[in-house]
């Protein structure tokens, strides 16, 4: 037996040892990234707990966004509960492996393209404090991105050429807007931070055999 462990050995290093080493570099996906349609995810930020007035809520995973464009790698995940829908943003931070930004956003607006955007807008939001008063917010585009934009649900996946004209305000509150076509589609949000995120994934389908 021990001649044949012996025969097994190559410069001294055991194959069994090189197999194993090799399997252990498989490329493990992150938690944040093609996180499967059907999941759960609960979430505590600030706003959250404003809303619901609970510590956390959780939200279903309907619609999952995935943008890929020149130093750009962002998913959107469209979340729903009974009465709700908010998009979780994961940005990956260019020029780093496995780092991510993390915000919260909703989808604000859904209309035709008319006059080009411009580089300034103002929305106006509810004063929560006051139902009779608006609260504007001014925001500067910052960047326009082309990006290829792949949109999964439960019925299947579609790829799009789209821009993104990513906009910010004074005080950190953001703006992106999806054009695809001549349709426009504005994200309002913020950053929140990754303890605020409990993911539940779901069991992502078996390939079936050929």
């Known amino acids: 037996m021990m001649a044949l462990f012996g025969r097994g050995k190559k410069d001294g290093r055991s194959l069994f040892g090189r197999r194993k080493n090799a399997e252990s570099k498989k490329p493990v996906r992150h938690e944040l990234v093609d996180i499967p349609i059907n999941s759960m995810i609960e979430l505590?930020?600030?706003i959250t707990y404003e809303k619901t007035g609970?510590?956390?809520h959780a939200f279903k995973l309907v619609t999952r966004k995935k943008y890929e464009g020149e130093s750009l790698q962002r998913?959107?995940?469209?979340?729903r509960?009974?009465?709700e829908e908010v998009v979780l943003g994961v940005d990956h931070i260019a020029g780093t492996k496995e780092e991510y930004e993390v915000s919260r956003?909703?989808?604000d607006d859904e209309c035709a393209l008319g006059d080009p955007l411009p580089d300034h807008m103002t929305l106006y939001f509810p004063d929560p404090d006051n139902e009779n008063e608006e609260i504007a917010v001014a925001y500067t585009r910052q960047d326009v991105v082309p990006a290829i934009l792949t949109v999964t649900n439960a019925q299947g996946e579609e790829k799009f050429d789209v821009e993104l004209h990513e906009y910010a305000s004074s005080d950190d509150a953001f703006m992106s807007i999806e054009l695809c076509g001549d349709w426009l589609t504005f994200y309002t949000g913020v950053l929140i931070t990754r303890s605020d995120i409990e993911i539940y994934p779901a069991?992502?389908?078996a390939s079936e055999s050929k």
């Open 44 to 46: 505590s930020d600030i």
């Open 75 to 79: 998913y959107m995940y469209h979340i």
């Open 105 to 107: 956003w909703i989808v």
């Open 203 to 205: 069991m992502e389908p």
């Open 54 to 56: 609970d510590t956390s």
């Open 81 to 83: 509960d009974a009465e």
